[in-house]
């Protein structure tokens, strides 16, 4: 299966921004999704695994969801800092074939 | 915890490269291990993993057959031994351990080397 990200989202600071990434073939359901931040110059981190936990260290701002009537898993940032500015990366496991797969990423600009 | 790779560097079309990452502040044999690449201005793509005890593997249909990966848990290294090298697989090469076993969630990453082929 594919998973498709927006090429880019914006938003203001102190605001919130969500980004889809959604599942082609089968169901978001049946796989968990992790988020991973990259930000300018860096290995990218990760934010959010297994569709709504969040790591230890990382700002409760950063939420994650899935969506069954869309196949989409979400990630949402709320209050909006410029330190947010990244490239957003979901991903995935296909158990079929033992491969993994990551969605094409989302730059968020923080305007 | 720490994975910190080596060996990327410039490369002819056709040429090999050995990929090392060297980790260490966990035990190394009881992850699952992970090789990403990011080619300039671009996302994130699986190359290949291995279990934690070296006889399982699987690989990207891009690299299959060229590359291979394995690892050392005495030395606590992974390893990427890359072969018939292409434009195409210039990239930065990422390390990356799953976190725990099963979960598929990888982290930490390393920082990366950057291998580039090219004549």
């Known amino acids: 299966f594919i998973l498709t990200q927006p090429h880019s989202v914006s938003g203001s600071p102190g605001k919130t921004v969500t980004i889809s990434c959604t599942r082609t073939?089968?169901?978001?359901?049946?796989?968990?999704v992790q988020w991973y931040q990259q930000r300018p110059g860096s290995s990218p981190t990760i934010v959010i695994y297994?569709?709504?936990?969040?790591p230890s260290g990382v700002p409760a701002r950063f939420s994650g969801s899935i969506d069954s009537s869309s196949n989409s898993a979400s990630l949402t940032i709320s209050g909006l800092a410029t330190e947010d500015e990244a490239d957003y990366y979901c991903?995935?496991?296909?158990?079929?074939?033992?491969?993994?797969?990551f969605g094409g990423g989302t730059k968020l600009t923080v305007l | 915890v720490q994975l910190v790779e080596s060996g990327g560097g410039l490369v002819q079309p056709g040429g090999s490269l050995r990929l090392s990452c060297a980790a260490s502040?966990?035990?190394?044999?009881?992850?699952?291990m992970y090789w990403v690449r990011q080619a300039p201005g671009k996302g994130l793509v699986w190359v290949s993993h291995?279990?934690?005890?070296?006889?399982?593997?699987n690989y990207a249909d891009s690299v299959k057959g060229r590359f291979t990966i394995s690892r050392d848990n005495v030395k606590n290294t992974l390893y990427l031994q890359m072969n018939s090298l292409r434009g195409e697989d210039t990239a930065v090469y990422y390390c990356?351990?799953?976190?725990?076993?099963?979960?598929?969630?990888?982290?930490?990453w390393g920082q990366g080397t950057l291998v580039t082929v090219s004549s």
């Open positions: 991903h995935s496991y296909d158990p079929d074939d033992h491969t993994v797969i």
């Open positions: 291995i279990n934690s005890d070296g006889d399982w593997t």
């Open positions: 297994e569709d709504n936990q969040r």
């Open positions: 990356v351990r799953e976190a725990f076993d099963g979960t598929k969630w990888l982290d930490p």
């Open positions: 073939s089968g169901s978001v359901a049946d796989t968990y």
């Open positions: 502040g966990f035990t190394f044999s009881s992850h699952w």
